[in-house]
């Protein structure tokens, strides 16, 4: 347990601290979210206007506004922002389940062969581990591009992106069998585990029964939901760095991507601003002018791609927060508070 | 008495610090290896064979013999139509055996003036044939003559290098055909050698790791300076709500990923593509950097200075941060080597989003370029990883010297 909490510590990277409980609100905000993300990840079939549809249909306004159409407007290219946005999530939720299930899978199979086996393949996958330590993820998903091309005589387009995520997963792979290795060098001490050697009962039951099940799930759960909101971030990226997918597929990196040039004139305005407002308190410059220029940079600011932006850091943050949740269900269970 | 282990430990220290050095040496080897033989095996790689000549005027005598006396195969042909026929004969297999093809060859070399006012043709022919996932350079000796308008087509690829230049470019992007292990030894010695462009790869590599240097040294120096404070003023005044409020804020900006934080950067201050003083931060908090130094402090200060022996050194007068000094040093080099490789992956996307041209800019540069400049890919990864085993090197080093107890083998 010791071991376990002591790699949540990463999990407290955001908000309040996970001593404090999960409130009943609390509790129902995240119900409501992930709700709203996975039951958004599943629409397609609803009316267009909101979010159904095909999401690369071209509207009339470039860069519309807020309607009863197009409840979150449209992007430069005329096409609906919500209903890329539902796509978008399809791909997310897609994708970031598919890592998970190659972390949980590869971490667990990682941990019990370096937890429970003996010999060499418990110091090859050791030393595994201490190699994918020294470096970056990105950099190896990077690096298995080149493997890629080797592999498939060139690129796939969007199909690459289903072999990197799984690789995401099978590199993250580390953190968890650390921790299910630490609980089975906990576990090999205690008496119920030699009662069962002693049994006669066989590897398979212990490990599946008595180490894994009993034991582990709460581990494997919390790290499940956090490794799911960092594969949200990684898809994201990969997309964005033009190594993701491409058109015909909608992504929410795909999404930023294209809308980055709308961005710039954020800080034009802002800065516009702010000397708007310190000359109208020092009243030293003539402010017909200066509002002239704010409203020129108005002109040209877009809100639209804040929507790609909150949905991505919302939903990593969701399950951040879920796996802080699962995480304190679990210490509480073990009486800890 | 007290002499005979200082010196034993002394040997033991210097023998394990070698057998890190020796492993780390071999770590870069191995998989700077295995980056050269998937390098070696794509379509248009190091394993790739031949290398077709198409055209040529009497001025590129000396460059062909330059190149065959360096050992490179060619096929070539003065003739235009000859020149066509053998393109034409070249589409053809092209089509059939799709992947022989692409990966025997490693350059297509086309003078314009072989292809004098066809070169749109040229260009839809190379777009046809599985010619456009290898690399073409063209080239001219002369002025073209022909219609300007499907030459500026070409423009996209067009190099008009002088023979010398074109010798350069040629020999700086292939190597000739050798069997793996040789290749990589050739590579090795030559390293790193010159991109397509003909271009020395070595200012590249050097000018952009001072910039991914700046940026991690830069933000892993800001936030230890800002955790120190944080964490000394929390044990100067345990109670307050102004030290409380820094560890909230501290803890709220890091739950925001790299990518966000960049892009909202970006959008706030425009595309700067040099050095920005908010760059560290961003790179600090987008990684957790300075929340895991935080936390780590707060957590080791108080278990140090709650040992034993800190409690006795303090209750015979003696200051407690000098004998809890080389424990929280060991524990943040722990810190700072397990984050180092996250900060060079947040380098990555900081890099690429504000356009600032360091290693991480370069690498992403090289892999999404098509066809690939298998040179400047690998100087770009060797760089980094190379960079990245080093400071595992020197913090396993630091840590078994501050720390005798630790033995690594």
Redesign the interface.
């Given at each position: 347990m010791k071991l376990a909490l002591k790699g949540m510590?990463?999990l407290?990277?955001?908000?309040?601290?996970s001593a404090i409980k999960h409130s009943g609100v609390r509790r129902s905000v995240l119900a409501i979210c992930l709700g709203l993300f996975i039951g958004s990840a599943l629409l397609s079939t609803i009316p267009e206007a909101w979010g159904g549809g095909n999401p690369h249909h071209r509207y009339n306004e470039r860069w519309g506004s807020i309607s009863f159409a197009h409840p979150l407007g449209t992007d430069m290219n005329r096409k609906d922002v919500l209903t890329q946005l539902v796509f978008g999530a399809q791909t997310s939720l897609l994708m970031s389940t598919l890592s998970t299930f190659v972390f949980l899978l590869a971490g667990t199979v990682l941990g019990v062969l370096s937890g429970y086996c003996s010999g060499w393949p418990r110091n090859v996958v050791l030393a595994v581990f201490q190699?994918l330590?020294?470096?970056?993820?990105?950099?190896l998903l990077?690096?298995s591009?080149?493997?890629i091309?080797?592999f498939f005589?060139?690129?796939m387009t969007n199909w690459n992106l289903v072999i990197l995520m799984a690789l995401f997963g099978v590199f993250s792979a580390p953190k968890l069998a650390e921790m299910i290795r630490g609980k089975i060098l906990a576990l090999k001490e205690r008496t119920f585990i030699e009662a069962a050697v002693a049994l006669g009962l066989s590897h398979r039951r212990i490990i599946g029964k008595h180490i894994i099940r009993s034991e582990c799930l709460p581990i494997i759960l919390v790290q499940g939901a956090y490794i799911m909101g960092q594969a949200i971030?990684v898809e994201?990226?990969l997309t964005?760095?033009?190594?993701g997918v491409e058109y015909p597929v909608v992504s929410w990196g795909l999404m930023?991507r294209k809308m980055?040039d709308g961005?710039?004139s954020?800080?034009?305005v802002?800065q516009q601003g702010f000397r708007y407002s310190w000359c109208w308190l020092r009243q030293t410059e003539d402010l017909n002018i200066i509002a002239r220029d704010w409203n020129m940079g108005l002109a040209d600011f877009h809100f639209q791609?804040l929507f790609p932006?909150m949905s991505?850091?919302g939903s990593?943050?969701l399950f951040?927060e879920l796996a802080r949740y699962f995480n304190d269900r679990l210490r509480l269970q073990d009486g800890r508070g | 008495m007290t002499k005979q282990p200082e010196v034993a430990e002394t040997w033991e220290t210097i023998l394990s610090i070698t057998l890190i050095a020796g492993r780390a040496l071999g770590?870069f080897l191995v998989t700077t290896f295995v980056?050269f033989a998937?390098?070696y095996?794509?379509?248009g790689g190091w394993g790739a064979d031949r290398i077709l000549v198409v055209g040529g005027k009497v001025s590129t005598d000396q460059c062909l013999t330059t190149l065959q006396e360096a050992g490179y195969k060619l096929v070539l042909t003065r003739n235009e139509g000859e020149a066509k026929q053998m393109l034409e004969a070249f589409h053809s297999r092209s089509r059939e055996q799709e992947?022989e093809i692409?990966?025997k060859v490693q350059l297509v070399l086309i003078s314009l003036e072989a292809v004098g006012g066809r070169a749109s043709s040229l260009a839809a022919f190379i777009k046809e044939g599985n010619l456009n996932?290898l690399p073409v350079i063209f080239y001219t000796l002369g002025e073209v003559k022909g219609n300007g308008q499907t030459v500026e087509s070409l423009a996209a690829f067009l190099h008009a290098p002088s023979p010398e230049e074109l010798l350069a470019a040629v020999r700086a992007h292939l190597l000739p055909r050798r069997w793996l292990l040789s290749g990589y030894w050739k590579w090795l010695v030559h390293f790193p050698g010159y991109d397509v462009g003909g271009g020395p790869i070595a200012e590249k590599l050097w000018s952009s790791s001072i910039v991914t240097f700046t940026l991690v040294s830069g933000s892993l120096t800001l936030s230890l300076c800002i955790s120190l404070v944080l964490v000394i003023s929390m044990l100067v005044w345990p109670e307050s709500r102004g030290v409380s409020i820094g560890f909230?804020l501290v803890?709220?900006?890091?739950?925001?990923?790299i990518?966000?934080l960049s892009?909202?950067f970006?959008?706030?201050?425009?595309?700067i593509g040099s050095f920005s003083f908010w760059m560290l931060p961003i790179l600090a908090l987008g990684n957790?950097t300075l929340?895991?130094y935080t936390?780590v402090l707060r957590e080791e200060l108080r278990r140090i200075f709650s040992q034993e022996y800190v409690v006795a050194a303090m209750a015979r007068g003696s200051s407690r941060v000098r004998h809890g000094a080389r424990e929280t040093l060991v524990s943040l080099i722990n810190v700072t080597s397990?984050k180092i490789?996250?900060l060079?992956?947040g380098t990555?996307?900081l890099e690429?989003?504000c356009s600032y041209v360091g290693l991480g800019y370069n690498?992403?540069k090289a892999?999404?370029t098509?066809p690939?400049d298998v040179n400047l890919?690998m100087g770009v990864?060797t760089v980094?990883?190379g960079g990245?085993?080093f400071v595992?090197f020197i913090s396993g080093a630091l840590r078994i010297y501050l720390d005798p107890r630790i033995s690594e083998g």
């Open positions: 510590r990463t407290e990277m955001g908000g309040v601290s190699v330590q020294i470096f970056p993820i990105l950099l990077l690096l591009m080149i493997f091309e080797m005589l060139g690129r971030m994201t990226t964005f760095l033009k190594l930023l980055q961005m710039i954020w800080g034009m802002i791609p932006i991505i850091a990593a943050w951040l | 770590l980056v998937a390098l095996f794509t379509p992947t692409t990966s996932r909230y803890n709220f900006l890091s739950g925001f990923h990518v966000i892009l909202l970006v959008a706030i201050f425009g595309q957790g929340s895991d936390s397990s490789p996250i060079v992956g990555i996307v690429w989003v690498i992403v892999i999404e098509q690939r890919t990864a980094i990883v990245l085993i595992n």
